[in-house]
């Protein structure tokens, strides 16, 4: 790769001219009369009452499937605009637009799925039979048993339109109050304004005096405008709920589980399985607080290096780690994140005004995604980015397959990122080139096993009983922060000496309109791939090609299908989640054995 790499990215070869781009309007205007003229198409078609009728019909999901694939590629360029500047106020707009044509959108397939769920057994199996549906029969059949479990389609339509200015617009709202969070900080002498992003990056910061002096004043301006956010919250929870009893629906979790295709069990023998084994990992919070010199952790510190892989690391040396050991296992993943730096897919630059966190979009008509993030130059940095072009590499593996059957859930969208960082992890410290930066980098992943079974656990056991409470009526401010303190307690089992109250109003995955319980999925992701990565791990470079043959089926089955599929496991017994968990139970046992003295 030619140094030194572009860190910001290229979306003109989307649409030129960012958010005032005309051939982005024209194309708008034209994804918006197509979405009504399927409407239209689908109000005046006739339920085919047998297998001849159906050469009228077909053609409607055909149409179908273009126009997810224009509404992704809208969608993309408008997250993209929003998150590289939260002060564009034309990306507002545009995403206002292309939320509206989406919503007008989702009534058209409200109606498709409703005819879909109207066919005879007989005409719905020659609908699967026909040659052009081979890819998408287990779509087309999961459609068709969603929609008997919603509302009818004039009421669903009514509930999609009131969510664009109800439901999605608190989310924007929430955005929005982000946008204009700026923290002063004394920097060289001078007064700066950290955005979110900035200070979220600077709270990662190795310098404990630095991390001290911050936290109060994220709290702080979190707690400024926590009213606001809480009536957010309250009104995304209570939309929700309310949408669910209408459906006849008497869990909170029912999306979610029905969204990430698994089921019940699966999920609570996930937690049960993460729960038994915490032991190990309060021993290891401990011992890292010992080694920082403090009794114990505070929530700031939970990420904090340790050792000296505090070092910084440029962008380039990073994209040359990730683009090298990506190769050891697969030649194809090295080429494609190769491909990801030069042609300027990553933005990845440190400056104000960007939001916080890290994504990775899809661009379906251009066979390309995009990766946003803020690399601050170090460690963790380097595997957030080799986590989102993870997701990138999945997609692409996809782009051949119709668009019905590219639209896999989050968990196992999790599967890929967390295989790709689990690579360049390992690969990490097995280049330690001492026994203290092999320590510091063990450390990093046992972080981020506490991450995933201990602190997304708190924003689960959170979610879970706020939803409890919201039901009665709305829960204020104050009451959130007891919720959340609570459940950073116990899923840390109290091995901690200080919290973060306002982690609901900070955690921009609480306000995501399009996923509820923006949480296990990530855990999910993490074991579900620790078990797959075990198996890399045993096959070697010959596992590359079953890899992508099950990445290509996410968007086909049920996990649990999967699993049996291609892993020969059953996820709603113990055994493969202990086994994926003892991955990191390894790490664990390897950090405390270096730091015994």
């Given at each position: 790769?030619?140094?030194?790499?572009?860190?910001?990215?290229?979306?003109?070869?989307?649409?030129?001219?960012?958010?005032?781009?005309?051939?982005?309007?024209?194309?708008?205007?034209?994804?918006?009369?197509?979405?009504?003229?399927?409407?239209?198409?689908?109000?005046?078609?006739?339920?085919?009452?047998?297998?001849?009728?159906?050469?009228?019909?077909?053609?409607?999901?055909?149409?179908?499937?273009?126009?997810?694939?224009?509404?992704?590629?809208?969608?993309?360029?408008?997250?993209?605009?929003?998150?590289?500047?939260?002060?564009?106020q034309e990306a507002k707009l545009l995403q206002g637009r292309?939320?509206?044509?989406?919503?007008?959108?989702?009534?058209?397939?409200?109606?498709?799925?409703?005819?879909?769920?109207?066919?005879?057994?007989?005409?719905?199996?020659?609908?699967?039979?026909?040659?052009?549906?081979?890819?998408?029969?287990?779509?087309?059949?999961?459609?068709?048993?969603?929609?008997?479990?919603?509302?009818?389609?004039?009421?669903?339509?009514?509930?999609?339109?009131?969510?664009?200015?109800?439901?999605?617009?608190?989310?924007?709202?929430?955005?929005?109050?982000?946008?204009?969070?700026?923290?002063?900080?004394?920097?060289?002498?001078?007064?700066?304004?950290?955005?979110?992003?900035?200070?979220?990056n600077k709270l990662l910061d190795p310098d404990r005096a630095v991390r001290t002096k911050l936290f109060p004043l994220w709290e702080q301006v979190w707690s400024e405008q926590a009213d606001l956010i809480a009536e957010a919250l309250n009104h995304l929870a209570g939309f929700r709920i309310q949408l669910y009893k209408h459906r006849g629906w008497d869990s909170i979790l029912t999306e979610p589980l029905e969204t990430n295709r698994m089921k019940a069990e699966t999920l609570e023998v996930m937690w049960a399985v993460i729960d038994q084994n915490k032991d190990i990992f309060v021993e290891y919070l401990n011992r890292k607080a010992r080694l920082l010199g403090l009794d114990r952790l505070a929530w700031y510190d939970v990420d904090a290096p340790v050792g000296e892989s505090a070092a910084k690391v440029t962008y380039d040396e990073a994209a040359a780690f990730v683009v090298e050991h990506f190769g050891r296992f697969s030649p194809d993943m090295a080429d494609f994140a190769r491909k990801a730096f030069e042609q300027r897919w990553i933005e990845a630059e440190d400056r104000p005004g960007k939001r916080p966190g890290g994504f990775c979009t899809s661009f379906p008509l251009s066979h390309q995604s995009r990766i946003f993030m803020t690399f601050g130059g170090n460690m963790d940095n380097v595997f957030t980015l080799a986590h989102e072009l993870g997701h990138a590499y999945h997609q692409s593996v996809m782009n051949d397959l119709p668009q019905l059957a590219q639209q896999y859930a989050m968990n196992?969208?999790?599967?890929?990122?967390?295989?790709?960082?689990?690579?360049?992890?390992?690969?990490?410290?097995?280049?330690?080139?001492?026994?203290?930066?092999?320590?510091?980098?063990?450390?990093?992943?046992?972080?981020?096993?506490?991450?995933?079974?201990?602190?997304?656990?708190?924003?689960?056991?959170?979610?879970?009983?706020?939803?409890?409470?919201?039901?009665?009526?709305?829960?204020?401010?104050?009451?959130?922060?007891?919720?959340?303190?609570?459940?950073?307690?116990?899923?840390?089992?109290?091995?901690?000496s200080e919290y973060h109250p306002h982690f609901w109003a900070s955690k921009l995955h609480f306000y995501i309109t399009g996923q509820p319980f923006y949480n296990f999925p990530y855990t999910f992701g993490f074991l579900f791939s620790s078990g797959v990565y075990a198996r890399a791990l045993e096959e070697g470079p010959a596992f590359a090609r079953r890899y992508v043959e099950l990445l290509r089926d996410t968007g086909r089955m049920r996990v649990e299908d999967l699993a049996a599929k291609h892993l020969g496991v059953d996820l709603t017994k113990p055994d493969f989640w202990q086994g994926a968990v003892d991955v990191s139970v390894v790490d664990v046992k390897q950090f405390l054995a270096l730091t015994e003295k």
């Open positions: 790769m030619k140094a030194p790499l572009s860190q910001t990215w290229d979306l003109d070869v989307f649409f030129p001219g960012g958010s005032g781009s005309p051939e982005f309007r024209a194309f708008l205007d034209e994804l918006a009369a197509r979405v009504t003229r399927l409407q239209e198409q689908l109000e005046a078609a006739q339920v085919p009452a047998s297998p001849a009728e159906l050469d009228g019909w077909t053609p409607l999901i055909v149409e179908c499937q273009e126009l997810v694939r224009r509404l992704r590629q809208a969608g993309a360029f408008v997250s993209c605009l929003q998150a590289q500047s939260m002060a564009d292309v939320s509206q044509i989406a919503a007008a959108f989702g009534n058209a397939t409200t109606l498709l799925d409703h005819q879909l769920s109207q066919l005879s057994d007989e005409v719905f199996l020659a609908l699967l039979a026909r040659p052009e549906f081979a890819d998408v029969a287990y779509p087309l059949q999961e459609r068709r048993a969603r929609a008997a479990m919603q509302m009818d389609p004039a009421r669903e339509s009514l509930a999609g339109d009131l969510a664009v200015d109800g439901y999605h617009a608190w989310g924007r709202l929430y955005n929005e109050l982000v946008a204009r969070i700026q923290i002063p900080w004394e920097e060289d002498g001078k007064t700066v304004y950290l955005s979110a992003g900035q200070a979220a196992v969208a999790e599967t890929a990122s967390t295989f790709a960082e689990l690579l360049v992890n390992d690969a990490a410290v097995r280049a330690a080139r001492s026994d203290e930066e092999r320590l510091a980098l063990l450390a990093l992943k046992a972080d981020r096993a506490v991450t995933f079974f201990m602190n997304i656990h708190a924003r689960f056991l959170f979610e879970t009983r706020f939803y409890a409470e919201r039901a009665k009526g709305l829960v204020p401010a104050q009451r959130l922060n007891e919720l959340m303190v609570e459940a950073q307690k116990d899923a840390f089992r109290g091995a901690l």
